[in-house]
């Protein structure tokens, strides 16, 4: 964080620097005298942009409410903010999913229609066939940095140069897309934990599959779930189910990188991560979703009193699982 704040720091004095070189530079190109005053007046007001920007970076942090987390377990925390606010006067959200893309050619690099041969696209196996393709191809690497585009194909060619890897939310997305791509409504949706700001976050998949059932699918483990009744689990069960002990069966293939699933730190991990949620307003295979929208989930009791966005809040999970 120190040396991420000094870079940023020296972008601020860059700035301060280079507005100066352009502002001389182009008014001698231009041929525009301008006065000592005008010259001394616009180093000032270059110099106060900059340090203003500077003074920003420095305690954007410092404006953000921190919420430390209580001393005792996740579990009794999640299970301290079980409920929601269901009587809360919220505005009303809708998603929007952009269905059927066209295919780009560059998943016929890894046999991507071999993977859909011979599947009905209007059952259940589509979804678990375009899982494996992702889960197959492409695995989990939690120290890339995510500031490449988001579209679909971005993401691949990323992957492509980072040993097929990507992160959490990386693989996620492009499961997501792939599912959307199909005609199925799918979303990745950002698990996060009590703490704001917070160091670790988790990123899964959000899918309503075509027998009308809700899964939570996690490229990064291989992982998706069924309770003891054999039905799947979406992301509100899981958290649900955790809060009360419940018991969850994992997929016989789960693994992450190909190494054996540890069900136990999965569950003391997800504990952690399923406080609050985030999730896009709209779901399209673009640059950046999230500049057209996004709202959080959080629990009855959590204090938001210094957070930006509490137009994007929500209280009551009815509006931010109904897709």
């Not at 560059?106 to 041969?117: C, Q």
């Not at 585009?149 to 492509?160: F, S």
């Not at 997501?176 to 199909?182: D, P």
């Not at 291989?222 to 003891?228: A, G, P, Q, V």
Request: hydrophobic letters at 40%; one cysteine or more.
């Amino acid at each position: 964080m120190i040396n991420r704040k000094s870079n940023m720091i020296l972008v601020g004095f860059l700035f301060i620097i280079g507005a100066s070189i352009i502002i001389l530079v182009g008014s001698r190109l231009l041929n525009i005298n301008l006065s000592r005053y005008a010259y001394k007046t616009i180093a000032v007001i270059d110099l106060l942009i900059g340090l203003f920007y500077i003074y920003n970076l420095i305690n954007k942090n410092n404006r953000k409410v921190i919420n430390p987390v209580p001393e005792t377990s996740r579990i009794e925390v999640l299970r301290k903010y079980a409920e929601y606010d269901l009587n809360h006067k919220e505005k009303r959200y809708s998603y929007t999913f952009q269905i059927g893309n066209e295919v780009p050619e560059v998943l016929e690099k890894y046999r991507y229609s071999e993977y859909l041969k011979d599947v009905d696209p209007m059952s259940d196996m589509l979804v678990f066939r375009l899982f494996d393709f992702v889960c197959d191809n492409f695995h989990h690497d939690g120290s890339v940095a995510f500031n490449h585009d988001r579209r679909m194909v971005d993401i691949i060619l990323a992957c492509e140069l980072n040993n097929g890897k990507t992160n959490c939310r990386g693989l996620s997305m492009v499961l997501a897309a792939l599912l959307r791509m199909n005609g199925i409504k799918a979303r990745h949706v950002t698990c996060m934990p009590y703490e704001e700001p917070f160091a670790d976050c988790h990123v899964v998949v959000d899918c309503l599959i075509p027998s009308g059932k809700r899964v939570m699918l996690d490229p990064t483990m291989r992982l998706y779930l069924k309770d003891t009744n054999g039905e799947y689990v979406s992301l509100d069960h899981f958290r649900k189910g955790l809060i009360e002990g419940e018991i969850f069966l994992e997929n016989q293939d789960a693994s992450y990188n190909s190494e054996k699933f540890d069900k136990e730190s999965y569950i003391q991990y997800m504990s952690k991560n399923l406080f609050r949620f985030s999730s896009s307003l709209i779901y399209a295979d673009v640059k950046n979703e999230r500049k057209l929208g996004q709202i959080e989930l959080i629990p009855q009791g959590y204090s938001i009193k210094y957070f930006s966005n509490k137009n994007k809040l929500v209280y009551n999970p009815t509006i931010f699982w109904s897709i």
